[in-house]
């Protein structure tokens, strides 16, 4: 029952990847060109990757307009991961993530923190990379190997290193919406020390079959849901839309949380796979992190 179930799933999967809209990112000058009236400042970091293929990956940080005002004052980060053919100035265009936090911070909805959108793609070659490009969907989709997972830690350290942060589990969110949020829930799972919430907008909780050759990442789930949940992150959030193309999927692996008694919430709303349910997630998701 259990492979007929997979089986069916991952037909939906290919069956939904072409219908599902995914941004392609905008080049820095157009993001910072588009979205300079926001309250605080963008900066973009360039990073040693660890990787094999590439020697370095990029990623935008967002830092709350009291960052330059209090310099003696620390943030709790929000990591947030774009999707398939996102790449780190994703949630910038599509979402305007960074107006949105501010309006939320200002109306007193969610504290100040640090926004950290970093590229999770897989690249080929440092040719494939180029100014962290967008790649194709399909590929996006089909091709995960774990490699910008197995690396993380460099992007929360690097984060870390160069901005006032929380550097604790209590100071660290994570979330990311459709392969983005399959990376978060993976990455949350791989490192149960490291997040304190993780939010999951419209995710998938099994990986396609190229990403069964790197089970370190993304095997034993069961075993790595235990070790998390036995300290459970304060927020465990997943969102999905019920005419989303995951839906009945979710509503599965919803069951399974439930099931095994780890404390979580499941959210649905109208409508699918886009970015005005995944705006909304985002939004709501900022409300609830850090909050003393």
């Known amino acids: 029952m259990k492979n007929v179930l997979k089986l069916c799933f991952l037909l939906l999967l290919l069956s939904g990847c072409s219908s599902a809209r995914y941004a392609r990112g905008l080049t820095d000058k157009e993001v910072y060109e588009r979205y300079a009236r926001h309250e605080g400042s963008l900066q973009t970091v360039t990073y040693p990757s660890g990787e094999r293929r590439i020697a370095n990956r990029r990623f935008v940080a967002y830092l709350p307009k009291s960052y330059a005002e209090d310099t003696t004052r620390r943030y709790p980060v929000l990591y947030l991961l774009h999707g398939a053919r996102g790449n780190e100035l994703t949630w910038m265009d599509s979402a305007q993530v960074t107006t949105r936090i501010d309006s939320l911070v200002a109306s007193g909805k969610a504290r100040e923190f640090i926004l950290v959108t970093p590229n999770m793609n897989r690249y080929f070659s440092e040719a494939d990379y180029k100014d962290g490009r967008c790649v194709n969907a399909m590929r996006a989709f089909w091709l995960l190997n774990g490699e910008a997972e197995r690396h993380f830690s460099t992007v929360v ?52 079959f190229a990403a069964l050759g790197h089970l370190d990442v993304y095997g034993g789930l069961s075993q790595k849901l235990e070790r998390l949940f036995a300290r459970a992150p304060e927020t465990y959030h997943i969102f999905i ?38 705006k909304d997630f985002m939004a709501e998701f900022a409300t609830e992190i850090f909050q003393e």
């Open 157 to 208: 350290h690097q984060t870390d290193s160069l901005f006032r942060t929380i550097p604790t589990r209590e100071g660290r969110a994570l979330a990311g919406m459709s392969t983005g949020a399959l990376q978060a829930l993976y990455l949350s799972a791989d490192a149960p020390d490291l997040f304190n919430h993780v939010g999951l907008f419209s995710p998938y909780a099994y990986p396609t």
């Open 241 to 278: 839309g019920r005419a989303d193309i995951f839906y009945p999927h979710m509503l599965l692996f919803h069951r399974r949380l439930t099931r095994n008694g780890y404390p979580h919430t499941f959210t649905t709303t109208p409508g699918g796979h886009e970015w005005y349910n995944w």
